[in-house]
């Protein structure tokens, strides 16, 4: 079993979720609703770990909040 981690965000064109693997080329898909995006990023990590496990390029470190006055 494989974890990785991914950042979802929410377009305010389109209202869906979007989300992507940092650092994992090609991992990245949308959803209309967070179980649907979910689904949908095991469904295209499971085809891409089919070619083999990636050397991910980046490493997800986590957020962080910027104060702009």
């Given at each position: 079993?494989?974890?990785?981690?991914?950042?979802?965000?929410?377009?305010?064109?389109?209202?869906?979720?979007?989300?992507?693997?940092?650092?994992?080329?090609?991992a990245?898909?949308?959803?209309?609703?967070?179980?649907?995006?979910?689904?949908?990023?095991?469904?295209?990590?499971?085809?891409?770990?089919?070619?083999g496990?990636?050397?991910?390029?980046?490493?997800?470190?986590?957020?962080?909040?910027?104060?702009?006055?």
């Amino acid at each position: 079993m494989r974890i990785y981690t991914a950042v979802i965000e929410k377009c305010t064109e389109t209202g869906l979720f979007v989300g992507y693997v940092p650092g994992f080329p090609g991992a990245y898909t949308q959803g209309e609703t967070l179980d649907e995006l979910n689904e949908n990023l095991k469904e295209v990590l499971e085809l891409l770990l089919e070619e083999g496990e990636p050397q991910l390029s980046t490493e997800f470190v986590g957020t962080q909040n910027v104060v702009v006055a």
